[in-house]
């Protein structure tokens, strides 16, 4: 076993098509990329303390990057995803950035977020109990999964964490409050998923998820 990276305290762990490796950083505020055999990892987004202000993160916890190397960031104590391009300075707000609440336009502890070919935002709206979408440019969300408050039944989330589409364009999200997988039908943004199937597992903490063809993957 070999470490790759140490003395870091974070939630997000990613990788970009060419391997490198991408961690958030909760304490510093910050995500980090990795290239193979670097020992140091360079800051992609934020590095410049905890705050609100364009080039700042607050609790970035999950991250994803795209086929263009932008690093999209879960801001969740500032309620708002960000987006960094590639050698950016600062980010641009694509999903939340409102405030604190529940309307179509704000987000509450973003956590779990993937990003389609279309630069659709999904995210894991963790204290609303809800999977959003924002249009790529758009200024407000639509609520595809849960929006129907803290709860156990099949159409209702608690505390949930990451999210992962399947070649089927199946979103499975992990539902910790309620210690269960649930895997939705999706539809497109416009359209209620269906409940497919559901769950039950155990698990300690706050885990990541992915899917291929053959498997479901939980860290």
Known sequence: MKTIVSNISGIGLTMDIHGNLY???TVNHEVKRWKRGDADGVVVAGGHGMGCALNQLNY???IFVDEDLSVYVSDSNNDRVMKWE???TEGMIVAGGNGRGNTEKQLNRPHGIVVDRLRNVYVADRDNYRVVCWPNGSQK???IVGG?????RADQL???HGLAFDQ???LWVTDCGNHRIQVFKFLG???DPNTMSQQSTSWNGMPRISVDSLCLYLQ
């Open 23 to 25: 961690a958030s950083d």
């Open 60 to 62: 970035p916890s999950y």
């Open 86 to 88: 590639k050698d950016a």
């Open 141 to 143: 969300g639509h609520v």
């Open 148 to 152: 129907n408050g803290k709860g156990n």
């Open 158 to 160: 608690d505390q949930i």
């Open 168 to 170: 089927q364009k199946n």
């Open 189 to 191: 943004p416009d359209s």
